[in-house]
């Protein structure tokens, strides 16, 4: 890996005055110093290379310092890095705007550039928010949601993610309180059964009057549980919206741009939301840059100002990026990469089902996971795998790989050898 090594980081500087996501200033995790990334690698401090599970939480899809993502990101600086987006347009991004009208249902046709899934999950709510009030629908305050869904850190996002984990347990007070249904049963081939939707059903019969929007995590609710579910819910909320003419949001920031086996997971069921939100691998893991598309109903049914801007608005070197990642994708048959990962992932993955902390083993494309009964202690587990060469970060009773598209069987091989390591030999 080229560059020059930063010798001697003060990572005593970091634990002592830096805060890491979700961390205890007084107790910090451990943290180990990451001098460079290349291709499915990262590189320690030591000159300990890793093999990466996580894309950096699900971002870099083409793997780390792709020459193609740097050279769009270099170009547009020599170019112009910033400027506002108020009373300002530019090149970068009309054309990802133009790739993500494409790319998505035809139905969706407007473009909202925000700086991070939280914030496009607050545009979302709000864009249906302020069409509600529109339409003159002044008495609606509720949105619907499923169980074990995350949807992000802000107030809003908070909201709607799972009501009895960390989050709400921390700002109950302050959350607005929504309308939350069991998480679908997990299975992606799962038949629907009546009885799975009859809640669904019976909340939007009885309160659809003070309903805003139904809003969740399609397919695979990531953060919230790493739950994988069958396509047909979709269809059925769908209709069930279609019928009371309340307005559905996805959440794809981390299933979107082919995660799932999918460009994007609700084509699994063909059906189409009125509001997407999208980010995470949206510029391939390079910077933070968040959308949101809608339906031209939803855009102009609004009939005033949609009254969100954001500083960094439509960043030109994040869209540039963005575009050049979706380019990326276009430009090779990651279908067949994500199938193969899938492949490789049952294989590799199966054998912990046996083992007696394991509770359930699930494989959709390139999204591995093994839930545990017993949560596990992230003080002691990460080191483990750091000491194996490969780096997987799990939360709560879960550990998952959800690798870049570019990883070698050889490297999930030594990822998945890793977990099943790891449970026999700490957690057993
Ligand atoms: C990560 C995530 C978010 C929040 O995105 P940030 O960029 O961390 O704000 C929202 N929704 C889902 C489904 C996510 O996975």
């Not at 609710?221 to 769908?238: D, F, H, K, S, T």
């Not at 699930?362 to 017993?374: A, D, F, M, N, Y």
Request: charged residues 20%.
């Amino acid at each position: 890996m080229g560059g020059i090594r930063a010798l001697n980081m003060d990572v005593s500087f970091d634990r002592q005055h830096i805060w890491h996501p979700y961390t205890d200033m007084a107790h910090p995790d451990p943290v180990f110093p990451v001098v460079g990334a290349q291709g499915c690698l990262i590189e320690l401090e030591d000159g300990r290379q890793l093999i990466d599970g996580m894309s950096s939480w699900w971002t870099a899809i083409h793997g780390y310092n792709h020459p193609q993502l740097n050279a769009a990101l270099i170009q547009q600086a020599d170019k112009m890095s910033h400027v506002m987006f108020g009373g300002l347009t530019h090149e970068p991004a009309i054309r990802l705007a133009q790739q993500l009208v494409d790319i998505t249902d035809n139905t969706l046709q407007h473009v909202f550039f925000a700086d991070s899934g939280s914030v496009a999950v607050e545009v979302a709510l709000k864009m249906a928010a302020q069409l509600a009030f529109a339409r003159g629908q002044t008495s609606k305050d509720k949105f619907v949601t499923f169980r074990k869904g995350y949807h992000g850190d802000t107030f809003g996002a908070m909201s709607v993610c799972d009501p009895i984990d960390g989050m709400h347990q921390a700002f109950a007070p302050l959350l607005n309180k929504h309308i939350f249904l069991d998480s679908p049963h997990s299975g992606f081939n799962r038949p629907l059964l009546d009885e799975d939707i009859q809640p669904f059903k019976d909340v939007l019969q009885r309160r659809h009057e003070e309903i805003i929007a139904v809003i969740f995590e399609p397919v695979v609710q990531n953060a919230g549980g790493m739950n994988i579910y069958a396509p047909e819910y979709l269809r059925q909320v769908r209709a069930l919206c279609d019928q009371y003419q309340i307005p559905l949001i996805f959440d794809e920031i981390a299933t979107g741009f082919g995660r799932t086996g999918k460009l994007f997971a609700y084509q699994h069921a063909g059906v189409a939301p009125d509001i997407l939100c999208l980010g995470k691998a949206l510029t391939g893991g390079m910077m933070t840059l968040s959308a949101v598309v809608c339906r031209s109903d939803v855009a102009l049914g609004i009939e005033s100002r949609f009254m969100h801007g954001p500083t960094y608005m439509a960043n030109p070197l994040a869209c540039a990026v963005a575009s050049a990642s979706i380019d990326l994708l276009h430009s090779y048959d990651w279908q067949s990469e994500i199938q193969r990962i899938e492949k490789q992932l049952c294989l590799g993955l199966e054998p912990c089902r046996v083992l007696t902390p394991v509770k359930d083993v699930r494989v959709l494309g390139s999204i591995g996971v093994v839930e545990l009964h017993q949560s596990i202690d992230l003080n002691t587990l990460p080191s483990f795998f750091v000491e194996k060469g490969v780096w997987i970060r799990p939360f709560r009773n879960l550990i998952y790989l959800m690798p870049p598209y570019v990883i070698n069987d050889e490297q999930l091989h030594v990822l998945c050898t890793a977990i099943q390591q790891a449970i026999e030999e700490v957690l057993c």
